[in-house]
């Protein structure tokens, strides 16, 4: 294996990807990014900027070499930051014919495989040979919007080897407006990222709904709790719960305007059923699809007390009534 990080690749075109790109050209000379759509990259030559997400960022084009096909980008680079939505990573998954054995991943997705109910960590791992110690997870709040705005921000960076966590955070995510730290805690802090989308929907449920300030402000916390408890079932190691990247993701998903799957639940609590909330987002909801699957890990193996999980599963796939469910949790907040 070459030196790492060596070639970066960007493995994704929505603005998630857009604004890691920004970060990244910071200190390297070029990059590899691959987008499934031709036509969206003709357009980003013409244009200097990404035509459908975070407009706003131009990029030197002379120093980006663009790829529509997954394995030539592969092939072409040694590290791969992939930031697609988590439900759609198995799709460009199977156009995969290149090896990822030798690669380094960089994953930016916050959310679960489907269906395997599989950490991405785990997926690169077990099914493309990914040495476990060569995944590195990007953890903790930062909306791509406010990259774009060069808003300042901070990130966890998560990896088994913590000497490659490292090099990341000192040499390539560290600009004048975003700051990184190091974990070992990749079980962990994947879940936290599977997991706060989850409370954001019931979060913004909430403010559809009407309940104010003081109700969220109970809520958070006890969300919080839940969600610790499920991180000490499943992977009970020493962790400092109150290291920013276990609640800041949390705080931010649940009360940020850019949230998507805080949208996608006060739409559904201001009275729009499970469905229309989902087209009339337009985008996805990556909570929607976590909560069946944390749902069934739970049940299938921890059976870890989590109210709010199993309120937010029985309104989006049980159709039960947000309010009724919400008020039935909420008689419990401490």
Known sequence: MKIFPGKIAVMGGGSWATALAKIIMY????INWYMRRLDRIEDFRRMKHNPAYLSSIT???????FYDDINRAI?????????????????????VTASLENKYIISAIKGIVPDENMLVNDYFSTYYG???NN?????????????????????TLVCRDIR???????????????????????VGLEYVSVLKNIYAIIAGMCNGLKYGDNFQAVYIPNAFSEMIRFLNAVHPVKRDITAAAYLSDLLVTSYSI??????????????NSVNAAKVELGM?????????CVYEINERQYKVDMPILNALYAILYERKSPAVQIRGITENFK
Do not use: W
Request: hydrophobic share 35%; net charge neutral.
């Open 258 to 271: 850019f949230s998507r799957n805080r949208m996608f639940g006060k739409m559904i609590g201001e009275g």
């Open 27 to 30: 200190s390297q000379p070029e």
């Open 59 to 65: 990029f030197d084009t002379s120093r980006i070499h």
């Open 284 to 292: 996805v909801a990556e909570g929607y699809y976590a909560t069946k």
């Open 130 to 132: 990914v040495n476990p």
């Open 164 to 186: 490659k966590a490292g090099k990341l955070s000192e040499h390539i995510f560290k600009t004048s407006y975003l700051n990184s730290s190091c974990s070992r805690d990749m």
């Open 75 to 95: 092939e072409n680079s040694d590290t791969l930051i992939f930031a697609t939505p988590s439900p759609y990573i198995k799709e460009h998954l199977k156009k």
């Open 135 to 155: 995944i590195i997870v990007i953890a903790g709040a930062c909306h791509a919007e406010e990259i774009a705005m060069e808003h300042l921000s901070y990130i």
